[in-house]
């Protein structure tokens, strides 16, 4: 049994523009499907507004889903009423992208891990331990020296490790990461990288990792979900879809990305121009249609593409397979 | 042939309550004609005040200043940036000689005045040309980064983030500068659009034989379009090498580690990271700036004694092993 089943997620956002206007929907999630066994790391991938961040708040269920199911350790947490969901938020966490504005300014170090300590009526002598043991994990040490600190105290990369060192303190099952190091410097960013890494490994914890750079999901996923628009166009196993991408995005998407190489500045990148469409009125058919350089006439842009397993466990959704 | 541009021992401190930051600290190095350079280096390490110094829009705290920036223009001859005064810098050279991509500016546009009046201001105040005149050249500058001239009605906000940044790339190109000095100029964008932006630099660069000095932390996107790639660390830049022995072989240190811990997508690496962090500007380490933080330090001497820099087989590098 997976521990996490999405199945045909959608999260719409109804928009009014006027009094008497009709109400128009934002979907920003609409059909996203995937499992993950225990232990298992999933990395989202997509562009600006793609709907990465509201997937994973749905999933948390800190957005409430239009429609589709979650079900977590074989229970349907899709519409279970806050009263009931103690468990499910004692279960999972989320890391956030921005370290300067997730945590507090007004509270300790200290009391930023202690505080989903309370909440879980740890009580304080094993609090203060667990504190320490979290500083320790994220190697701010000694534990001492940051205890008393606040926030604006500390550097990017020592913020996230805070944030972090709280999302894991509870030791969760299934965490959330959003962007943990995008906002960091690239020296850090391979630190907090590899000490997500050795976490998640020590303590076998199911991972979904948002990011719009694939080379540092690199690190870590062991499978890759790629969306457009709001919806998924591609989902397999990290290796084999970064080897062999099927979806002309998610070309694009690789394409797009140098590694560091001196040869580089000799070449144009074949990248489709544009940018993604508005949410709100997304292009029919396939909503990549627009941009993309295999777009067929009169089908691309009418019908939109079934999600089909292309290869095995590898799934896309485009009319070229 | 002279180069472009010739910095020597330029230093640029500001003054602040908590002390003098040396953000810009003893920088020399020289760009040619048409060249390419980028200026790596974790944040706060200085790059956008060495930019500001080199296009002189110093803040008011600047604490002290010095060395000379050579600029060598055929019409100018040879001058020295530093020497001249803001009225002068206006006339001759902000615009029409050198251009700034500032950082976050597609952000920094004015939201409330439309693309025609942010692009023609700087021509009809500072330059003196007649609206008809800027106007003919804000169209042509947004013909050449791939906009219909119809963007020049438009408001900020009816415009995406790529397209935004094609406008602020328009502007600093619309006088036919020598040299841009674009500062982080893709870091808000999304990979396929950076993409596409990087591919408009090298189209421009190669179209009106531009000269770039290119700000970023990020490796791979300056080996998109660096000749040379210039490394900074805490206010001193630590080495300066051809991008082709840059990427194979790099000498400093730091360089190493920089390039160490850059994630790769299609190479087989593990990735290293750089212990430890930025000094402070205000009061930096004593002898070489890196070396709490380098695993080669040699006692006794890279704590102590500053680093000179030297050439080795076309780089420059300040590191006491070579
Ligand atoms: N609470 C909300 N109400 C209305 N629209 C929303 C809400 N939250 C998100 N959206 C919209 O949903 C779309 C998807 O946003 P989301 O933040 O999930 O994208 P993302 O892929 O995480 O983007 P980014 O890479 O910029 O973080 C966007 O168009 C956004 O404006
Ligand atoms: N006007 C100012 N007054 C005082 N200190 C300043 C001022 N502007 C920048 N600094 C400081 O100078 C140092 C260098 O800053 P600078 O912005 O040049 O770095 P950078 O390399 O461009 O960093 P980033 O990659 O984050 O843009 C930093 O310590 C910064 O805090
Ligand atoms: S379905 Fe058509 S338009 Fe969409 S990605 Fe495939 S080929 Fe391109
Ligand atoms: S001078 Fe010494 S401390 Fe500095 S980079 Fe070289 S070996 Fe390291
Ligand atoms: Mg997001
Ligand atoms: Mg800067």
Request: glycine share 6%; hydrophobic share 40%.
């Amino acid at each position: 049994m997976p521990l996490l089943e999405v199945q045909e997620l959608r999260t719409w956002f109804p928009v009014k523009k006027g009094l008497f206007s009709p109400v128009r929907y934002v979907k920003a999630v609409d059909g996203v499907s995937f499992a993950l066994e225990k232990g298992e790391v999933l990395a989202v991938i997509g562009e600006s507004g793609s709907g990465k961040t509201t997937l994973g708040r749905t999933i948390l269920r800190l957005v409430k889903p239009t429609a589709g199911r979650i079900i977590f350790e074989g229970k349907d947490v899709t519409n279970t009423p806050e009263s009931a969901l103690r468990w499910y938020r004692f279960s999972t966490a989320m890391v956030f992208q921005d370290p300067f504005s997730s945590l507090n300014p007004y509270h300790t170090v200290q009391y930023i891990l202690e505080e989903p300590l309370i909440l879980r009526g740890v009580p304080p002598k094993n609090r203060a331990e667990l504190v320490v043991k979290a500083l320790e994990e994220v190697r701010l040490v000694p534990p001492e020296d940051f205890l008393k600190k606040y926030p604006h105290m500390l550097s990017g990369g020592q913020r996230q490790r805070v944030g972090i060192a709280r999302a894991l303190i509870t030791r969760p099952k299934f965490i959330v990461a959003d962007e943990p190091v995008s906002m960091l410097d690239v020296s850090i960013r391979a630190e907090i990288l590899s000490l997500m890494r050795s976490l998640q490994t020590k303590y076998g914890i199911t991972m979904m990792y948002i990011t719009h750079d694939i080379a540092t999901a690199k690190y870590l996923a062991d499978k890759i979900l790629v969306m457009y628009a709001g919806k998924m166009v591609e989902y397999g196993p990290f290796r084999d879809v970064i080897k062999e991408p099927l979806h002309p995005y998610t070309q694009a998407l690789i394409e797009a990305l140098p590694d560091p190489d001196p040869t580089n500045r000799f070449k144009l990148r074949k990248v489709p121009p544009g940018e993604p469409p508005s949410l709100l009125d997304p292009p029919a058919g396939c909503r990549f249609h627009p941009r993309c350089p295999y777009a067929i006439k009169g089908k691309c842009d009418k019908e939109e593409p079934k999600f089909i397993e292309a290869k095995k466990d590898h799934y896309t959704a485009c009319w070229l397979y | 042939m002279p180069p472009l541009l010739e910095l020597r021992n330029v230093k640029m401190y500001y003054g602040t309550s908590r002390g003098t930051v040396k953000a810009v600290d003893g920088i020399s190095f020289r760009l040619n004609k048409g060249e390419a350079m980028a200026l790596v280096g974790e944040s706060g390490s200085g790059k956008s005040s060495l930019a500001f110094t080199i296009i002189r829009l110093l803040p008011r705290n600047v604490a002290e200043a010095g060395g000379e920036i050579l600029f060598h223009d055929e019409e100018l001859g040879v001058v020295d940036l530093a020497k001249m005064n803001e009225y002068e810098i206006r006339r001759k050279i902000r615009w029409k000689k050198i251009s700034m991509v500032f950082q976050a500016s597609m952000n920094a546009l004015n939201p409330i005045l439309r693309v025609q009046d942010q692009m023609i201001e700087p021509l009809v105040l500072h330059l003196g040309l007649s609206r008809e005149e800027a106007v003919k050249i804000a169209e042509e500058a947004l013909r050449s980064v791939g906009l219909a001239k119809d963007v020049l009605m438009r408001y900020p906000f009816e415009l995406s983030g790529g397209m935004k940044q094609r406008v602020v790339i328009a502007m600093a190109i619309m006088m036919r500068p020598r040299l841009v000095i674009l500062d982080e100029p893709t870091s808000a964008l999304d990979v396929i659009t950076q993409a596409n932006i990087m591919n408009l630099l090298k189209e421009l660069k190669a179209k009106f034989d531009l000269s770039y000095i290119l700000i970023t932390h990020d490796i791979a996107l300056a080996s998109e379009i660096a000749d040379k790639i210039g490394v900074m660390y805490a206010g001193k830049l630590v080495e300066v090498a051809p991008a082709d022995v840059f990427f194979r072989k790099p000498k400093h240190p730091y360089s190493q580690k920089l390039l160490a811990a850059m994630p790769t997508l299609r190479e087989e690496k593990s990735i290293e990271y750089i212990p430890g962090d930025v000094p402070s500007l205000i009061t930096p380490p004593p002898g070489c700036r890196f070396h709490p933080r380098c695993p080669y330090a040699i006692k006794g001497k890279c704590d102590k004694e500053e680093p000179q820099t030297k050439q080795i087989d076309g780089s420059e590098v300040a590191c006491w092993l070579y």
